[in-house]
């Protein structure tokens, strides 16, 4: 039961092109922000379709295939554990961080990648 302490499983697309850079001590990262939907029926019978934004944070070698392979829009699947922080900024107020830090990544394909070619069109 140890391997389902803290795992978080998502599939979503990307919000944003995905940020690499490198720490001071020389430790690459890469963060993006990865798109859920849901849906549901309200009280009243409607189709209420709900989207929720997560902070993704991949480190190392899976920053570099993150940030060399994935671009917004695209659809990935996503493992990994929540962790919380917190700093002060400028003005000394206290912000509060909630993210994802990657153990895995699958590329999925797009919907655009998935269009075949009408296998009677002449070139």
């Known amino acids: 039961m140890n391997s389902l302490k803290n795992r978080v499983t998502l599939i979503g697309n990307l919000g944003q092109d995905p940020e690499t850079k490198t ?19 309200n009280a009243d019978g409607q189709k209420v379709s709900e989207t929720t934004w997560h902070n993704i ?20 699947a996503v493992e990994g ?7 002060e900024d400028k003005a000394g ?20 990648d998935q269009v075949k070619e009408d296998p009677e069109k002449e070139e």
Request: hydrophobic share 40%; net charge positive; aromatic share 12%.
């Open 81 to 87: 554990r929540i962790v919380y922080r917190t700093y």
């Open 57 to 76: 944070v991949a480190w190392n070698g899976i920053a570099e295939i993150a940030g060399k392979y994935l671009k917004k829009g695209k659809e990935v």
């Open 93 to 112: 107020v206290t912000k509060y961080i909630t993210e994802i830090v990657l153990n895995d990544l699958i590329l999925l394909r797009s919907a655009k």
């Open 23 to 41: 720490t001071e001590t020389g430790k690459k990262f890469t963060h993006f922000t990865l798109a859920t939907k849901d849906g549901y029926k």
